[in-house]
């Protein structure tokens, strides 16, 4: 293996051995309460409506490098309205739900309409976004706290009751036994997965990996996999909202990587002038990367008050913030048409990972915040250097 070939290995698998280490670090500095059973589970639901924002950031960032500023706020008002409906109106569960996922994605919609046929900066649509549903939150809450303990249903299928997991089928012992059959399944679902696209490859003479760099990241990726299934199977088991979190997953990492929607927004935030000369309707892409983003931003909402059994207007304060750099922490580039689900998920465990060791720690709030900037700050550090072959200084 060439130095070239090690570098570009490196390159390529960086914020992964990033991630090893900083567990390892917080690892030892918490005596290994990081990787206790009930903090692994609570890293899952306290980060998931990251997982889910920042899968649909990524589709934005991908269309050149643009963002959504407004997706806390928008979290927090279609919160407000499912709280207000189910509590205060008294509208059924279900009927809540897809009133939520309307309003959302009428949101998205809204704003995805200036942004891609008005021209109007994302920056600026989104900003205003943010302000108003922000106001708007408000608004509908009436400046109050509404709780939803009371409803079970919604509360468990969202993953926020003390019942909120998967029951285990094979019997109640220390073990979880369906949880480790789930990841097992996973497991051999991954691996098939994996074999079935490098025959397919280089059945088409595409270029592939070296075999023992293939199997070396399948037996890694199947331990992480067992590892983090027994763990769940050790405190009470499958999350819910993991179940949410692994749809969105799966979803779009078939869509980005396998659809020809998909292509397109690699495409134009690689050349968005030769796209459009290609025939893409790049307007068109605009406006479902940020319908999308508001679609999502409902799930996030469902969510978020369902894990905290209520709505308030201040719900959803930074989670823009955090989307956003899971996603370049993750590999997406800072100009557009670069960035990976995986990447991204992986951005979003590392800046989880963060939280909860320095919160273990007893780090002061404000310290993280600190911390958490100087990671986001060396992503794109990173990204933009390795993009001028590794010069720090940009030629005039």
Same mark, same amino acid.
């Given at each position: 293996m060439s130095g070239q070939q090690i570098l570009g290995f490196l390159k390529k698998y960086t914020m992964i051995f990033v991630l090893i280490i900083v567990?390892?670090?917080?690892?030892?500095?918490?005596?290994?309460?990081?990787?206790?059973p009930m903090n692994?589970?609570?890293?899952?639901?306290?980060?998931?409506?990251?997982?889910?924002?920042?899968?649909?950031?990524?589709?934005?960032i991908l269309t050149g490098g643009n963002i959504d500023l407004s997706v806390g706020s928008v979290v927090c008002f279609v919160g407000a309205v499912g709280a207000t409906l189910m509590v205060n109106k008294g509208?059924?569960?279900?009927?809540?739900?897809?009133?939520?996922?309307?309003?959302?994605?009428?949101?998205?919609?809204?704003?995805?309409?200036?942004?891609a046929f008005v021209r109007i900066p994302p920056f600026i649509v989104t900003l205003a976004g943010m302000l108003a549903f922000r106001g708007l939150s408000n608004v509908v809450l009436n400046g109050l706290t509404v709780s939803i303990t009371n409803k079970t249903t919604f509360v468990n299928l969202f993953g926020g009751g003390a019942d909120c997991y998967i029951h285990d089928v094979f019997g109640n012992?220390?073990?979880?036994?369906?949880?480790?059959?789930?990841?097992?399944? @996973?497991?051999?679902?991954?691996?098939?997965?994996?074999f079935g696209s490098r025959i397919k490859k280089k059945t088409k003479n595409y270029e592939v990996e070296a075999l023992w760099i293939f199997v070396g990241k399948l037996v890694a990726i199947?331990?992480?996999?067992?590892?983090?299934?027994?763990?769940? @199977?050790?405190?009470?088991?499958?999350?819910?909202?993991?179940?949410?979190?692994?749809a969105v997953i799966i979803v779009y990492a078939y869509i980005t990587g396998n659809t020809?929607?998909?292509?397109?927004?690699?495409?134009?935030?690689?050349?968005?002038?030769?796209?459009?000369?290609?025939?893409?309707n790049t307007d068109k892409v605009y406006f479902l990367a940020y319908t999308n983003m508001g679609?999502?931003?409902?799930?996030?909402?469902?969510?978020?008050?369902?894990?905290?059994?209520?709505?308030?207007?201040?719900?959803?304060?930074?989670?823009?913030?955090d989307a956003i750099g899971s996603c370049f922490i993750g590999g997406a580039s800072a100009y557009?048409?670069?960035?990976?689900?995986?990447?991204?998920?992986?951005?979003?465990?590392?800046?989880?990972?963060?939280?909860?060791?320095?919160?273990?720690?007893?780090?002061?709030?404000?310290?993280?915040?600190?911390?958490?900037?100087?990671?986001l700050l060396a992503a794109v550090i990173f990204d933009v250097v390795s993009k001028r072959g590794g010069k720090l200084f940009a030629k005039n």
């Open positions: 567990v390892a670090f917080f690892s030892w500095r918490t005596g290994g309460a990081l990787l206790l692994v589970s609570n890293l899952i639901s306290q980060n998931a409506y990251v997982f889910i924002l920042a899968t649909g950031m990524l589709l934005c509208v059924p569960v279900w009927l809540t739900i897809i009133i939520m996922i309307l309003v959302g994605t009428a949101i998205g919609a809204f704003q995805g309409f200036w942004i012992g220390t073990l979880n036994l369906t949880c480790l059959l789930g990841g097992l399944v @996973a497991a051999t679902v991954y691996v098939l997965t994996q199947v331990a992480v996999i067992m590892a983090f299934a027994y763990k769940l @199977a050790q405190h009470k088991g499958i999350p819910t909202v993991l179940i949410w979190v692994l020809t929607i998909g292509r397109h927004f690699y495409a134009v935030g690689g050349n968005e002038k030769a796209t459009k000369l290609s025939g893409i679609f999502l931003a409902a799930l996030a909402a469902m969510v978020t008050i369902a894990r905290l059994t209520s709505a308030q207007p201040t719900y959803g304060q930074n989670y823009e913030m557009g048409g670069i960035g990976t689900v995986p990447g991204v998920i992986i951005g979003a465990v590392l800046m989880g990972v963060i939280n909860l060791g320095m919160s273990l720690m007893g780090v002061d709030a404000n310290m993280q915040k600190v911390v958490k900037g100087l990671v």
